[in-house]
């Protein structure tokens, strides 16, 4: 005879009881999980939010939870190298090094690439009085990629949208985009961030803001009820924003200590010594490439700018193109090709000519980009020469 209580037989009962111990603390775990106890995974449709920026959310890695805090470790070596970016370290910044160190190949690429594009963005911080340790940021922006576009268009290694872009000094036409120059896109971020740290004093929520935009940083210090710090705006921030700044101090950690990992520095295939020379007409890469005598391929990766492979410069507004120090010997070559039918081969016909304006530059308001400062070497072809291209 079975028992019967409420409907159900005693048996499916005690098997449901079973079944709901099992269930509920899997429920709670994921209850935790959604309430942010855990680190989040960025940007599920693949687009991190800044305002009216944004960046590609593929190149941050997925948090890695190894189950084990090691805290005496991670944060006694990032307190060792923190100087005017507080490198604060918790379970969000460990999953996020984790990650990182899951990428060992990628991580080995970037630190080969740091070696050509480092030392621009230190000389453009330097002149905007901002800490140096913030050019790791560019690595969760675009994996030091002059050429990285995200879903919605934000372009270069700074990954500036182009309304922000024009905003800081940057243009783009037809020919030239120069959001990708790191030159210049690494003068326009420094004024940037910047900007955000006079207006918000921390440099977390200015690394923060580089990514929501300011306005959802000073909705974010509302809500907190007037807070400034990162840690404490930083549930009110975007869902996209919460594990920037993490995965910044995580990357800094992993660029410091990459050796203690066996990750080794891959080569670097840009030219480590470049020149620069002033460019005042419309002349192909590829016709330089070839009066040079070096591939199109590592010509188009010293100057990512020329979208079309054409420099579109002008008396009134010259170009710069950059190329490797090796080839100086070949410069009175390059200038009498390039002043020939030789430079302008490669060009169609099609009134090229009588569409280059200068565009007038929209200047930010704490610095102005000086247009390949970084590269002194451009002087010293100037007064060498005395004359342009």
């Known amino acids: ?30 209850m935790a999980k959604a309430d942010g ?3 989040r995974q960025q940007g599920e449709s693949g687009v991190m939010m800044r305002g009216s920026h944004d960046t590609a959310a593929s190149f941050l890695p997925k948090p890695v939870s190894t189950g084990i805090y090691r805290n005496n470790i991670y944060k006694k070596r990032l307190d060792s190298i923190q100087l005017d970016v507080p490198l604060d370290f918790n ?27 480092f030392p621009i963005y230190e000389k453009a911080f330097r002149d905007a009085g901002i800490p140096d340790e913030i050019k790791y940021l560019s690595i969760v922006e675009s994996q030091l990629n002059p050429n990285a576009v995200s879903r919605v268009g934000a372009t270069g290694p700074w990954q500036f949208m182009g309304t922000t872009a024009k905003m800081y000094g940057l243009n783009m036409d037809n020919y030239i985009d120069e959001r990708r120059d790191p030159v210049l896109s690494s003068n326009a971020a420094a004024a940037y961030l910047k900007d955000a740290y006079q207006q918000f004093g921390d440099w977390l929520v200015a690394i923060a803001s580089y990514n ?38 995580a990357i800094t950690y992993v660029m410091h200590y990459h050796k203690k990992y066996n990750i080794i520095a891959g080569e670097c295939n840009l030219a480590m010594k470049t020149d620069t020379v002033s460019v005042d007409k419309f002349i192909s890469l590829n016709s330089v490439s070839r009066v040079l005598g070096i591939s199109l391929t590592q010509l188009s990766m010293l100057n ?5 492979a054409i420099i579109n410069g002008s008396v009134s507004a010259p170009k710069m193109l950059v190329i490797p120090v090796a080839f100086r010997e070949k410069y009175k070559m390059l200038y009498g090709n390039l002043n020939s039918e030789l430079g302008s081969a490669d060009i ?3 009134g090229l000519y009588d569409k280059v304006q200068p565009i007038e530059k929209r200047i930010p308001v704490h610095h102005k980009p000086r247009k390949y400062e970084s590269l002194a070497s451009v002087g010293k072809i100037h007064s060498k020469s005395g004359a342009s291209l």
């Open 304 to 308: 990512p700018s020329y979208t079309q």
């Open 37 to 39: 106890h855990h680190p």
């Open 212 to 249: 929501c935009g300011k306005s959802n940083v000073m909705d974010a210090i509302e809500k907190a009820g007037g807070a400034t710090d990162y840690w404490s705006i930083r549930q009110y921030l975007p869902v996209e924003t919460r594990g920037y700044v993490p995965a910044y101090i």
């Open 91 to 117: 379970e969000d910044v460990q999953s996020y090094i984790d990650g990182y160190l899951a990428q060992r190949e990628e991580i080995s690429r970037e630190l080969g690439l740091a070696k050509y594009y």
């Open 348 to 350: 169609p016909e099609t």
């Open 1 to 30: 005879m079975v028992t019967k209580w409420a409907g159900y037989p005693l048996i499916k009962q005690v098997e449901m009881k079973r079944l709901f111990v099992f269930i509920l603390p899997l429920l709670l775990v994921q």
